[in-house]
């Protein structure tokens, strides 16, 4: 299929129809996604150039019809749907030009890909295959495979990106013979008599050969285990900077480690004075030591979470502090976490389901101990309303129901607003002991601590052994906890900045309190209702909807929030 571009901001067809330029922004926000989830579903297989081709078009296609909008007609909501829509088009397009250069790279080390391309579109709509040709087609490309498998390991200028982009072709060239021949076989009799065979071969050929792309990339410089069993890449200064853009956070690296360190600072005269007032002076790792051996016996951890939770509920309720829904209070839920996802999550984790890190019977002694050390019911009551209410769960419910249209989410909203929750708490007098204290201060620390070591490790500084050592010494986590959370931060599931937007998250809607709530413009429960209905949104355009704030077309980020 062919299609047609054209430059104009209306009335032009695309790809058979015309662009409406009568759309507002949440019928272009709706239909966006709705479209892209039809094209992901067809173009399933990943760093195909025809996906790639058809996604710049598709980005291509709405960034043009959002320049046919007339900006100066919105509101401020508006406006900052159309800001943030503009960036998110911008960042998809950039993030495909990137995907289908890396493409062009690695091309010659799969020989016949476009031949099982070509063969896997027309499995989308049932064309009969020439069977033998086909198994021809996947026979040469093993032989081909195997080859170039030799070659691998002496090949000269493959950096971090186009390894993993190499693995991620070779997992998505296994998807299209799959999905073609599990559509073909035992239905098609030619098919099944020329395919089978060449298919496991090839199947075969192309794990090994994943896995070799997979080998490679442990062996670039920085790719080793430093003793810790985890390898990461930092991504450096100068990619975090144009991340901190994206974010719409105006602060360098530096000057968020200068944030976490006098952040810090307030942490360690706290601990110390709880720490007195528990009888160990400014010794505070025995204070916490104590803390953490007030763990529950195996088998009691849920019932410890409820009785937190009923306390952090009330005390909600009391102070009229935010309104939670009958349905949401009445619908979250409990499981308990596995074994192997401990080993990266070694504590609970929230939302509508509350999923409890506490060891199972066949965990190693030591790693039994230190998980139930490590959410010992004081460390808990930091993070029930973290995990569940005014926290993640309450952000789930309303994300469903408030601008649903929206499609801007940010973790510097998503965790900032949860470890809000925690420093609201704090002032307001929710931690009743000095105990409670050090587990509330223990969470802050961390939130520090993930912001200190994840800047450091990615600029370059830091190993990720430094980084568990520094999470065990400065902040007292247990071992394997450290090392855990070290795990999660760089094994690549997450953004590079997503340790960060904890603790900056939570100063930029404290900071906002401050403006509204403080000065009082608003109640605690208006300010808290009204950002619960406006869905994520990075936080300076939260505010400028909350305060109504005119911004341009062109906006960029400029709201210094904290003072250095």
């Known amino acids: 299929m062919k299609f047609i571009y054209c430059l104009l901001t209306a009335g032009c067809l695309i790809a058979g129809r015309t662009f409406a330029q009568e759309k507002d922004m949440m019928t272009l926000q709706q239909h966006y996604d709705a479209d892209k989830g039809s094209l992901l579903r067809f173009y399933r297989i990943a760093y195909s150039p025809e996906r790639t081709e058809r996604l710049k078009t598709f980005n291509t296609d709405y960034l043009l019809q959002l320049n046919g909008i007339s900006f100066d007609k919105l509101t401020v909501g508006e406006r900052v749907e159309y800001v943030l829509f503009k960036m998110k088009l911008q960042e998809e397009l950039r993030l495909l030009e990137v995907e289908g250069s890396e493409y062009r790279q690695v091309a010659d080390w799969f020989p016949l890909a476009d031949k099982i391309y070509a063969a896997e579109k027309l499995r989308r709509r049932g064309t009969k295959q020439d069977a033998q040709a086909l198994a021809g087609t996947l026979r040469d490309m093993s032989v081909a495979l195997q080859a170039k498998a030799k070659q691998l390991g002496s090949a000269k200028g493959i950096n971090i990106n186009l390894l993993r982009s190499g693995a991620a072709v070779t997992k998505g060239l296994q998807d299209a013979i799959h999905s073609i021949y599990n559509f073909y076989d035992d239905y098609d009799p030619m098919f099944t008599w020329w395919v089978p065979a060449p298919y496991k071969q090839l199947d075969s050929v192309l794990k090994a050969y994943g896995d070799s792309w997979q080998q490679q ?139 409890i890190s506490y060891p199972t019977n066949d965990m190693d002694e030591a790693d039994k101990l230190m998980s139930m050390r490590g959410n010992n019911p004081h460390f808990s009551r930091a993070t029930v309303h973290h995990e569940l209410f005014a926290g993640h769960a309450l952000e789930q419910f309303m994300n469903n129901r408030y601008k649903t249209y929206r499609n801007f989410e940010t973790p510097f909203w998503v965790e900032g607003w949860s470890l809000y929750w925690e420093m609201l708490l704090w002032d307001l007098k929710f931690p009743r002991s000095p105990e409670d204290r050090i587990g509330m201060l223990f969470w802050r620390m961390h939130r520090c601590a993930r912001i200190l070591f994840s800047l450091n490790y990615h600029l370059g500084k830091w190993t990720p052994q430094q980084c568990i050592d520094f999470l065990v010494d400065r902040v007292g986590h247990e071992r394997a906890n450290a090392a855990g959370e070290v795990r999660r931060s760089f094994k690549g599931d997450y953004s590079p900045l997503y340790q960060v937007a904890y603790m900056i998250g939570g100063l930029q809607f404290m900071a906002l309190k401050k403006e509204l709530v403080d000065s009082g413009k608003m109640t605690y429960q208006q300010y808290h209702d009204a950002v619960m209905k406006e869905n994520a949104l990075p936080v300076e355009m939260l505010r400028a909807i909350l305060t109504d704030q005119p911004i341009g077309k062109d906006f960029k980020t400029n709201w210094r929030f904290y003072k250095l």
């Open 217 to 355: 990339i442990k062996t670039l410089p920085g790719g080793k285990d430093d003793g810790s069993g985890i390898v990461g890449y930092p991504i450096g200064r100068e990619e975090l900077v144009r991340q901190l853009q994206n974010e719409l956070i105006p602060y360098s690296p530096e000057e968020l480690i200068d944030i976490a360190n006098k952040e810090f600072a307030f942490c360690d005269a706290e601990m110390l004075k709880a720490s007195q007032e528990m009888g160990f002076g400014k010794d505070w790792h025995k204070a916490m030591e104590k803390v953490k051996n007030t763990y529950v016996p195996a088998g009691e951890q849920p019932d410890a979470i409820m009785k937190i939770y009923d306390e952090s509920m009330a005390f909600l309720k009391e102070k009229q502090l935010i309104t939670i829904p009958p349905v949401a209070e009445e619908t979250w839920r409990m499981i308990m976490m596995t074994p192997e996802r401990q080993l990266v999550n070694p504590f609970f984790t929230g939302g509508e389901v509350l999923s």
